[in-house]
């Protein structure tokens, strides 16, 4: 992997250097690892994990962990080997976030809603030496391995508890795999807290996704970080809302061991099943983007259950609106907003709220909801600079600057991409790409993202992407993409299109159709808008006056 180096600043030596070196007693390398293995150790019989009828305790969900690295280990997987992960919310992606990271290996968790050709870029890009794929992905998986160069060793995954009709695509199935592993396999500790620990791509939003990299110090003190950030005491009853895809679930797969947690699994994301998992199951907390809060709060009576106490909601993406908030207060839920990007593990600021702030009058509790935060704890700096000249902004809320992170749960860096790794770290800081403001008492909030990415549904969308689809059609002669916002997804795409000359007849339905046949569906423009496209005098698109128009576009 190269990567950036890590920074060694000279350091004038002292009287406590002399003898007062590294031993095994006093230095073992940060991992996530250990949460594992101590939950086991000291509360064995807990329940770790439920799927359907099924349950694991800590000292099952340990040996199974330990029993998928012996199966890994004797398929040749060591120390940096990637092995991709396409699954569901189920013990396995659980399992695998332990199994695949106590070889050496890296785990490589990919999102189920991609195409296949952006799989085969990602299981090239990343060497995937094996694949473990539930057959409810057969169909795009088996297209992904005919276009993909490299050729791993595919582990299917048929879940019994909820059965799935695609078909096997390589010689052995999950559970068959694991029970060939050794339960007392002897796993091992990272070498270095620096190694990598899991590798997550970006959505691409210029050309080909991006490989981040996690190393096992980051995603230690991110386990530590999600438990204060939370607020989650001991034995929390997580319900997994949150793909564990993204950005390895927030790292929650490593956090609730910390505080020996009960996962809830669910499969898929509906209305009648998380209620029914809240109430039976007396979940404490879950995350979501804005698509699960209005899921919650549109659910039909039918579909609801009373909830035995208030849950914990942790969400990120745009902040959500007045009304939301009531919305889930009224069901049941405390909202807390956070944010980040896949290059600081998920979540790295949240809005830490103040009591006093309850008392203030609708609006101006609103204002303060809408800010990002301050830093998590796992987080060392927290900023809003100037990117050219690296100055902090001031903290007027009003000055735009560049959201800038420094510390441990930073990435890595980008795989295979020296010259993205360094530009992304100019500066001594990682540069977001998002612009903000900085309030007074600290607090961050986004005004814009610099890249126009458009976040739906918790999953971002490059406006670039979409308009270049666009403008392959042939009665496209410009096209423009914004976010416009959306009570269910939060944002979706609004595209503004200018037509060739002999083509009036195009409609909005013909172009939306053809981002379909072009575009992952997610993707895709939700409204077309027949206009001219207004420019500055050098002909760039004013996308800031587009984005108004967008939100009373029908």
């Known amino acids: 992997m190269r990567l950036v180096q890590r920074l060694k600043p000279a350091i004038a030596r002292s009287p406590y250097d002399t003898d007062l070196d590294r031993h095994a007693a006093n230095y073992q390398p940060l991992t996530p690892l250990t949460f594992l293995e101590r939950a086991a150790g000291v509360f064995p019989q807990r329940t770790a994990i439920v799927h359907g009828g099924t349950t694991y305790t800590y000292a099952q969900f340990y040996e199974r962990a330990r029993r998928l690295a012996s199966a890994l280990s004797k398929q040749g997987i060591g120390r940096g080997d990637t092995v991709a992960v396409m699954l569901a919310n189920t013990p396995p992606m659980l399992e695998a976030h332990y199994g695949v990271p106590m070889t050496g290996g890296v785990i490589n968790t990919l999102n189920t809603r991609l195409d296949a050709a952006a799989l085969a870029f990602i299981l090239d890009h990343g060497e995937a030496k094996l694949l473990i ?15 993909a160069k490299t050729k791993p060793l595919v582990v299917d995954y048929d879940d019994l508890e909820f059965p799935q009709t695609g078909e096997m695509l390589g010689d052995v199935e999950y559970e068959d795999f694991v029970a060939g592993g050794d339960p007392e396999f002897e796993w091992r500790m990272p ?3 620096w190694d990598a620990v899991s590798l997550n791509y970006t959505s691409g939003t210029t050309g080909n996704p991006k490989g981040v990299v996690f190393h096992h110090r980051g995603a230690a003190l991110m386990g530590y970080g999600n438990i204060l950030a939370a607020n989650m005491p ?4 997580y319900l997994w809302t949150l793909p564990m895809f993204h950005c390895n679930g927030w790292c929650f797969p490593w956090s609730l061991s910390v505080v020996a947690g009960t996962h809830v699994c669910l499969r898929w994301v509906r209305a009648k099943a998380i209620y029914d998992a809240l109430a039976d199951h007396k979940v404490t907390h879950l995350c979501g ?4 809060m209005s899921t919650l709060i549109n659910a039909r009576a039918e579909e609801r259950r009373a909830l035995p106490h208030t849950v914990e909601f942790i969400t990120a993406a745009a902040p959500p609106p007045e009304a939301v908030l009531a919305g889930m207060a009224d069901a049941g839920f405390n909202v807390t907003h956070v944010y980040g990007l896949t290059e600081t593990y998920g979540p790295a600021v949240v809005n830490e709220w103040n009591a006093e702030w309850e008392s203030l009058e609708r609006g101006l509790r609103a204002t303060k909801k809408a800010r990002q935060g301050v830093r998590y704890h796992a987080l060392d700096a927290l900023t809003v600079m100037d990117p050219e000249t690296m100055e902090t902004v001031p903290a007027d809320g009003e000055t735009l600057g560049e959201v800038m992170f420094r510390g441990n749960i930073v990435m890595k860096g980008y795989l295979k991409n020296p010259a993205a790794t360094q530009e992304a ?13 900085l309030h007074p008492d600290g607090y961050i909030q986004l005004k814009d993202r610099s890249k126009d990415i458009i976040i739906s549904g918790g999953e971002n969308i490059s406006s670039l992407e979409v308009e270049d689809a666009l403008m392959k059609h042939p009665a496209v002669m410009m ?21 060739k000359p002999g083509h009036e007849d195009v409609t909005a339905e013909d172009l939306i159709a053809w981002c379909r046949d072009n575009l992952a569906r997610y993707k895709c423009p939700r409204y077309v808008v027949f206009a001219e496209i207004p420019k500055t005098s050098t002909g760039k698109m004013q996308k800031f006056k587009l984005r108004e128009l967008a939100k009373t576009a029908r």
């Open 289 to 292: 983007a804005p698509i699960v």
């Open 133 to 147: 794929t539930d057959r409810e992905f057969a169909g795009v998986i088996k297209e992904t391995l005919r276009l």
């Open 191 to 193: 070498d270095d807290e």
């Open 234 to 237: 001991r034995h929390p009853v």
């Open 425 to 437: 770290f100019a500066g001594g800081w990682f540069h977001s790409g998002d612009l903000g403001v």
């Open 479 to 499: 096209a423009a993409v914004v976010a416009r916002p959306d009570e269910k997804w939060g944002e979706t795409p609004c595209a503004f299109v200018e037509k």
